[in-house]
């Protein structure tokens, strides 16, 4: 045992070392952590204080988790080895308290060690742990605007002076078919007519070039262009992704905002905001509906999600995906930062904290992905809201009418209201997970939907049992789903089009199911194999309309279910086992009908409606009358505004319905959100609430909310947040990604990535000078115009031996970068070309697949599509996008993956490249559509040459390239020869 004097007696030893013979002192070396303290950590303590085990909270093998101290908060005290826990415990006399338990104890050389260590500061080397000040990265700086002089463009002066700095000469400006060429892909991704390149070079006006300028930045086809761009950040596509990579059909609205909003300039911090809480900080608006689908963008997993419940540990893993989801697109996209990268521990590079990832986790923590339906007119969501109101008004009114009559009716309507409920309420049998089979949803009432019980063989059938749902949905309860208009039908046939016994229509007039007793319905001793139930009118849900129903029950005359457990097919259904599936209709399993018979309860219910009537007297009940007219009518009114609803999908607060749990129907109650150690959702620690990332100056991280604040006021100040003046981040980032695609390399190029192992910008005093002219002006249009309009960027693309000496990449840009054309411009540019490109905008993406299989797990076949199918031939923006199959053509493009975020595009050369625009179906097809149009330009295989050239590249061949492609043409046809067009490094290239 170490007693505290022998302690103080070792560590006098080790400082003083007298040589024998001598007086002279040998004063010992400065404690190293990696040499002295770091070994006896890893003999004594980390087993117990590790990665695997933090016993007390206290983790002594990283720098950040042992200074904080574990659960006493002073384990170790620099400067102060005497007030340290650790010391403390090393050299309790106590058996019970001194570490490490029941293990040979530190000697006393080590601990002598340790307090030198501690008492010379606890020097730490940084090991990533803990956050440097972020003062002292270049990208958490404060923007900073320098003066430049006012005859020259901004651009100019800071890239010259760089150009000047490395002893580089800039080059000449580009010939005006070059920056016409360029200016088109750039701005709006398709080639300039024929007609606009001589109208440019022949205009010698010095605004012609200002003027294409602008006129391109109206078009709206710079919506399209620049909305591709951002749909590669943002990780968008229109299925799922993972195992079971169904469609998304409602995804589009919002790539249709992004297009809508960057044609209309709109203010780049209202961009970002809508996209994070457009629902909360714009309310009414389409845009601040349709921008939510950012948060919904990327892959999505069906199973963990649909059917797998959160309570079990897969359902939590692919929860904690989701929300990583969202905070590592919303970071990732609008700060450049890999904020990610702290869901196990504290960033090793960046100063963010795995408490600060997990804030920005509670900040999403009731958002699930979901299709919503709203009106696509703000005028009629607007009326649609004063329709709703009236309704809320009248309803509230009628039960405080229904209420004071209650009170004045007194105890005999007490009585039968009680037996009422007595009645109508379910047995004390527990209702049965499998609730039944649910119907796909429907915007509107009349979509018919049927489900039918295949018997097996023909039956000779007594009577058919529908059994209604129970589900607490927005309080429905009993009846959950039952239709309100329907048939029961028998037949041996199962498409039912031949020999149909109806056997039961309530299609003339609305059902009134109390909701809570079956519906039976003679069968007459017909025969069928078939039993059919089809609703013409749906059950109300919130904005939507469905089917679903508890069991069907077919019933012989010796009073056998000859449909238990027997095969069901639907029109569509909803599969989220347990609670919902079409096996759940004959399983058996149905909740407790009602104590009364349909007949009684009706009895019971007009007694309770004459009491009602007497106690409101003449006037109450001419009120009553009135009050439910006027709710009817509101109804009607609203029923009418059906026609302008649109569903998009979009991440929204989920109502709680189906396997979505945890978030409530009324304004989206958060799950809580535990820090979890190393990523395991089995091991929550400490709970964290909203936040954002701390170590940002000049902003607060910490969201100062209200107790009582609702889910979307967490939404909103993060939105705040990200489009604070004093963000820099925010600004530089998007300031980047502009210049980046002008020039095909960014300014910092690692675009998202802007913390410590990312790249540094080349010209920091310019990409400062951009983000404060997007921050000041918001307008990206105004970005553009500024870049595109200087000289830098209008410079040739061609190189010179002496800067290519000092500057091979081209990181001083004293030249422009020849640029190859991403995926979506080479096909729309064949289109365009072949004179078949269907300008038509917005609306649902088309499909160059066809889907097989669409139940389960889709196959998209695009070798089956028709290359001549003229729905497919619009922009390649509006391309329907799937995860997990691209398409092959635009994949050997190096189009993006739409799984991952992608900040910049690979750019390949490869054979494979020019196989495709050799071969491809839609090059081959299109190919002959180009020689039918330059057929009618010319007489002669020479003439056609020129106007293919025209068409194509922007300018006249060559005599020499005239004659080869013309004979060329002549041997082996036009068509051909317009292949050999689209397959020149010319037409691929921007310039």
Not at 122 to 128: E, L, Q, R, S, V
Not at 172 to 185: G, N, S, V, W
């Amino acid at each position: 045992m170490l007693s505290r004097f022998v302690v103080h007696f070792a560590l006098m030893a080790a400082l003083l070392v007298v040589p024998t013979g001598t007086f002279a002192v040998e004063l010992p070396k400065p404690v190293d952590f990696e040499r002295d303290v770091k070994p006896i950590f890893a003999k004594h303590c980390v087993s117990c204080h590790g990665a695997e085990k933090s016993k007390g909270g206290l983790r002594l093998d990283r720098k950040a988790e042992a200074l904080q101290g574990g659960d006493s908060g002073k384990a170790i005290a620099p400067g102060k080895s005497a007030n340290s826990l650790l010391i403390e415990l090393v050299t309790s006399d106590d058996a019970d308290r001194r570490m490490p338990p029941k293990k040979p104890q530190l000697t006393a050389a080590e601990v002598a060690t340790l307090q030198r260590w501690i008492d010379g500061g606890a020097k730490w080397p940084d090991d990533g742990s803990v956050a440097a000040n972020p003062a002292d990265w270049w990208s958490f700086k404060p923007l900073k605007k320098s003066a430049v002089p006012g005859d020259v463009n901004p651009i100019d002066h800071f890239v010259r002076a760089k150009l000047k700095e490395k002893g580089l000469a800039p080059s000449p400006e580009a010939d005006r078919r070059t920056l016409i060429r360029r200016l088109y892909f750039d701005l709006i991704g398709l080639p300039p007519t024929p007609e606009d390149v001589e109208a440019f070079v022949g205009d010698k006006s010095p605004k012609a070039y200002e003027a294409l300028v602008d006129k391109l930045l109206a078009a709206p086809q710079y919506g399209e262009r620049w909305t591709r761009h951002w749909l590669d950040v943002v990780h968008f596509g229109e299925t799922h992704g993972y195992d079971k990579d169904q469609p998304r059909p409602n995804a589009w609205p919002y790539r249709d905002y992004v297009i809508r909003a960057l044609n209309a300039d709109k203010p780049y911090g209202r961009f970002i905001a809508e996209q994070i809480a457009g629902d909360v900080l714009y309310p009414g608006t389409v845009d601040g509906i349709e921008a939510l689908g950012f948060l919904a963008a990327g892959p999505w997993d069906f199973i963990g999600h649909i059917e797998v419940p959160e309570s079990k540990i897969d359902g939590k893993i692919a929860r904690h995906l989701d929300r990583d989801d969202f905070v590592a697109n919303t970071i990732g996209t609008f700060m450049g930062l890999t904020v990610h990268c702290a869901q196990c521990h504290n960033h090793k590079f960046d100063p963010i904290a795995q408490e600060d990832y997990y804030r920005l986790q509670a900040v999403f923590a009731a958002l699930d992905r979901t299709d919503r339906t709203y009106d696509a007119d703000p005028k009629i969501a607007s009326k649609r809201a004063e329709l709703d109101a009236k309704k809320k008004a009248a309803v509230a009114r009628i039960a405080t009418l229904e209420a004071d009559a209650r009170k004045t009716a007194g105890a005999e309507l007490e009585v039968l209201e009680k037996q009422f409920r007595e009645a109508t309420k379910p047995t004390s049998t527990p209702k049965p997970p499998e609730f039944g089979y649910h119907s796909q949803l429907s915007s509107k009432q009349d979509s018919a939907k049927w489900v039918q019980v295949d018997l097996g063989e023909s039956v000779k059938l007594d009577r058919v049992v529908l059994k209604p749902c129970h589900d607490d949905f927005n309080n429905i309860g009993a009846g959950f789903g039952f239709p309100v208009r329907f048939k029961i039908e028998l037949s041996d046939d199962a498409t039912f089009k031949n020999d149909v016994v109806v056997l039961a229509d309530e299609t003339t007039k609305d059902y009134p199911p109390s909701g809570m007793a079956a519906y039976t319905t003679k069968a007459g001793g017909n025969v069928g194999r078939y039993v059919r139930v089809t609703a013409t009118v749906l059950a109300p849900r919130q904005n939507d309309y469905m089917l679903a129903l508890a069991e069907l029950e077919a019933f012989d005359a010796a009073g056998t279910n000859r449909a238990l457990n027997k095969s069901v097919t639907a029109l569509d259904s909803i599969e989220a086992p347990a609670r919902w599936r079409k096996s759940n209709l004959t399983d058996g399993l149905a909740p407790a009908g009602p104590k009364l018979s349909a007949p009684e309860l009706a009895k019971l219910t007009e007694r309770r409606d004459a009491l009602l009537k007497a106690a409101l007297g003449e006037k109450g009940v001419a009120d009553l009358a009135a009050l439910r007219v006027d709710v009817a009518t509101t109804e009607a009114e609203l029923a009418k505004l059906t026609g302008s609803r649109r569903t998009a999908y979009i991440g929204a607060i989920h109502t709680g319905s189906g396997s979505f749990t945890g978030t409530g129907a009324t304004g989206g109650k958060p799950r809580s959100i535990h820090v979890l150690p190393r990523g395991d959702v089995t091991k929550p620690s400490k709970e964290v609430g909203p936040g954002a990332i701390p170590a940002v100056p000049g902003i607060d991280g910490r969201f100062d909310l209200p107790p009582n604040h609702t889910e979307g006021d967490r939404r909103a100040t993060l939105a705040k947040w990200l489009t604070d003046p004093n963000n820099p981040l925010t600004w530089r980032v998007m300031a980047n990604r502009v210049w980046q695609y002008h020039f095909g390399r960014a300014l910092v190029d690692t675009p998202n990535d802007f913390g410590k192992m990312g790249q540094l910008p080349t010209h920091p005093e310019l990409l400062d000078f951009l983000a404060s002219e997007l921050r000041d002006h918001q307008s990206v249009k105004e970005l553009h115009k500024l870049i595109v309009t200087s000289a830098t960027y209008k410079q040739v693309s061609t190189s010179t031996d002496a800067n290519a000496k000092v500057d091979a990449d081209n990181r001083f840009l004293w030249r422009q970068n020849r640029r190859k054309l991403e995926a979506e411009a080479v096909r729309d540019s064949i289109l365009a070309v072949a004179g078949k490109l269907d300008l038509t905008p917005g609306g649902p993406s088309f499909r160059d697949f066809v889907i097989e299989k669409p139940e389960h797990s889709p196959h998209y076949q695009y070798h089956l599509h028709d290359p001549e199918d003229t729905k497919a031939h619009r922009r390649a923006v509006y391309r329907f996008i799937v995860r997990s199959k691209q398409q092959p053509f635009m994949a050997a493009l190096d189009c993006a993956d739409p799984s991952l975020a992608v900040e910049k595009r690979n750019e390949t050369l490869t054979p494979q490249q020019a196989l495709a625009l050799l071969n491809n179906k839609l090059a081959v097809a299109m190919a002959k559509h180009f020689a039918t149009r330059i057929e009618k330009l010319g007489a002669t295989d020479a003439e056609r040459v020129t106007a293919a050239f025209q068409l194509a590249l922007g300018r006249t061949p060559s005599a020499k390239e005239r004659d080869a492609l013309a004979a060329y043409a002549k041997e082996h046809g036009l068509a051909n020869m317009c292949r050999v067009v689209l397959n020149l490094n010319e037409f691929v290239f921007v310039d």
